[in-house]
């Protein structure tokens, strides 16, 4: 099959007529073409690093979870040697899904509801009706198929690619991009970090819209009042994305990143004196939002589902004594629900105008949204690599 690259998004207007101030966003087609968000699933979400599961959350050997990758089902499970696992969640005998949950937990292995094909932990192919009348059957060969899977922060990201990306490169190059150094996001411990609370969003809007809106702040004097309360330079506007290393600050009065500014938690242990009192944002493209407070970690996980519908999965991270203490952490924990919902409710606000006559050649980004044109270039660029 062979499919049409995506042009690169023209200029709303001629260069005569666009203010030097201000650069052109990508077209509204972008958020609502259904062969362009075919296209993002190939060589975006098929292709790249996916943070699919907590590695906390498969605790046990057995524990699996489904995650929908691009336009593939995947399986993460914990083998019986402790290991993660991870592999389309497809059974190699007629192509029925293996595991029909989201998430459970089985004794010793796989089994398909279908015609009871069975896999080990390690997606060998152990057992099957008359499996022993067929000698010539490779247990191996006709295993469940393996995804690539890495560990670090304490999630499993997976890629779906023959000869996945450099995960260094990719994954761990966002925070060097970002901060300067891996080295300054893994002072956060999050591997080591307890789950305080976990809400799901189902967000009625292009993933897109997401992403651009996490990365700038022109909006926040206007929806987050919370926010800037906590983080008083983000009302002029910009973004802690915006200027590479930097740090938004606390407010002078403010004791904690908490709804009302009120004292949180202590701080994590290697979290540095340079990095206390201060919020940090990291976007790993695709998909995934890194918040980093002296106290705590907030980590956003994106399924996009379809061009306008994408499920937004948000952990709050916590030192273990915090959690296993039982300590109210509704404060900290309600101050980004309610920046969460309130950008959320701005994305479906955006959505039905992508499809508008008035946005057909797209918007114009402000200076303190400039760095979103890099994301445009990025994706423009990724969705071009098409064969033809």
């Not at 998909?287 to 306008?308: G, S």
């Not at 309600?334 to 992508?354: I, K, Y």
Request: aromatic share 10%.
């Amino acid at each position: 099959m062979t499919t049409t690259p995506v042009s690169p998004a023209p200029a709303p207007t001629s260069p005569a007529e666009l203010s030097p101030s201000l650069i052109s966003t990508l077209p509204g087609h972008y958020y609502t073409d259904p062969e362009i968000f075919r296209q993002e699933q190939e060589h975006l979400f098929e292709s790249m690093w996916f943070c699919a599961v907590r590695g906390a959350d498969l605790a046990r050997a057995g524990a699996f979870r489904t995650v929908q990758v691009g336009r593939e089902n995947v399986l993460v499970t914990r083998s019986r040697t402790g290991e993660l696992r991870a592999f389309l969640n497809i059974c190699r005998h007629r192509g029925a899904r293996l595991c029909t949950e989201e998430a459970g937990e089985v004794r010793r292995n796989l089994q398909c509801p279908y015609h009871a094909w069975t896999y080990d932990l390690d997606g060998r192919l152990v057992a099957a009706p008359n499996l022993v009348k067929m000698p010539d059957v490779d247990r191996t060969e006709y295993g469940l198929v393996k995804v690539a899977l890495r560990e670090w922060l304490g999630y499993a990201w997976v890629c779906l690619a023959d000869e996945p990306p450099s995960f260094e490169e990719t994954v761990m190059g966002a925070a060097v991009e970002r901060l300067g150094d891996v080295a300054a996001v893994e002072h956060y411990g999050t591997e080591n970090l307890a789950l305080g609370k976990r809400i799901t969003y189902d967000v009625r809007a292009n993933w897109k819209l997401i992403v651009e809106n996490f990365m700038e702040c022109y909006h926040c004097a206007t929806i987050h009042p919370e926010l800037t309360e906590v983080l008083p330079e983000f009302a002029d506007g910009y973004a802690a994305q915006y200027y590479v290393g930097h740090g938004a600050g606390f407010g002078e009065e403010v004791k904690g990143f908490t709804v009302d500014g009120s004292a949180g938690f202590g701080r994590l242990p290697e979290v540095t004196e340079d990095q206390d009192r201060r919020y940090y944002a990291i976007t790993v493209k695709p998909t995934v939002f890194i918040n980093l407070v002296p106290d705590h970690v907030i980590l956003h996980r994106m399924f996009p589902l379809a061009e306008d519908r994408t499920i937004v999965e948000c952990d709050w991270l916590y030192a273990p004594e915090v959690v296993e203490s039982g300590a109210d952490v509704s404060k900290s924990v309600e101050l980004f629900h309610r920046v969460n919902a309130q950008d959320f409710a701005a994305c479906e606000r955006t959505q039905p105008a992508m499809a508008s006559r008035a946005y057909r050649r797209g918007g114009v980004l402000v200076p303190t949204e400039h760095h979103i044109g890099i994301f445009h270039e990025w994706l423009t660029g990724m969705l071009g690599r098409v064969d033809g």
